[in-house]
């Protein structure tokens, strides 16, 4: 997150309005005028905070990536073992998933709205998705090798991704609870060799 959205109240007001937009109706459906009307700010001072769509479309990831890896620092802290680390990232998605400000996942809709792997976009979305993996790959590396430790995240982080995928298609409630039986048997696998 960059020391602007810090730093300026407009700013950060213009982040929160384009999240709460972007994730209700979409990147390429949600236009700057809009976004301009329903933060309440003049297009010179949208412009000089952003200067294209784009560079807003990041920042908002940025601000929604650090807000998230922020949530689960306060749960981690109280994990005690990587079964109860990896518990804690399943509860969050579980709650978050009965919310009602659920609509699925920005960064899936942000992937699906802009692909290109040299766009800015997907590389936001790509730190988000990445600094997930590396989170469970660094609780894991307790108790098993850093290399299957990563093998095990990627297999946990599909699950997560399956399982949001699921809840924006109603069947949140299922998809965690399988998400949860199946990181069991594969963590008690991995740490029981």
Known sequence: MSSHVRGSGKR????????????????HATGIDRIIAQAGVAKMTMYRHFPS??????????????????????????AKTPDEGIAAILGWHERWFDSADFHGCLFQHALAEFGEPDHAVFAAVARQKMS?????????????PPVRAAD?????????????ML????????????ARKVASVLLAREIGE
Do not use: C
Request: no cysteine.
């Open 132 to 144: 997930i993996q590396n989170r469970m790959v660094d609780m894991l590396s307790q108790t098993m």
């Open 167 to 178: 809840a924006q298609m109603g069947q949140g409630k299922a998809a965690i609870d399988n």
């Open 12 to 27: 950060q007001h213009i982040v929160e309005t384009a999240y709460a937009l972007f994730k209700r109706d979409g990147f």
């Open 53 to 78: 769509k784009e560079e807003l479309i990041v920042e908002v990831l940025d601000w929604r990536t650090a807000r998230f890896e922020s949530q689960l620092d306060r749960l981690s802290d109280s």
């Open 152 to 164: 095990v995240a990627m297999i946990l982080f599909m699950l997560i991704e399956a399982a949001t």
